[in-house]
């Protein structure tokens, strides 16, 4: 039996919503996420949550959400200051 359902907000002056978009999908094969975009936040929705996984599936699911807006962002200022083609 899955785990009980999870929701976070996860505001975009933090998380780049794109990235949060993209990694959505990542985490088909250990619960069902579902996104609500709002004018400046998205708020995830994660159901039939892997009991496995349960306990620290939306604390893994953030932290890879904020490396991949670092690393993104990263890449952006890279191609500003010319380093990236």
């Not at 780049?16 to 004018?39: F, I, K, N, T």
């Not at 994660?46 to 932290?63: E, G, K, S």
């Not at 991949?68 to 200051?81: I, P």
């Amino acid at each position: 039996m899955p785990a009980e359902a999870q929701t976070i907000e996860l505001h975009g002056s933090l998380y780049d919503l794109a990235a949060v978009r993209e990694l959505a999908g990542q985490y088909g094969g250990v619960a069902r996420l579902s996104l609500e975009e709002g004018d400046h936040a998205v708020t995830v929705r994660f159901d039939d949550i892997d009991t496995d996984v349960a306990d620290v599936l939306v604390d893994h699911f953030c932290n890879h959400a904020l490396v991949e807006t670092v690393r993104r962002n990263s890449q952006a200022e890279a191609r500003l200051r010319g380093e990236l083609a």
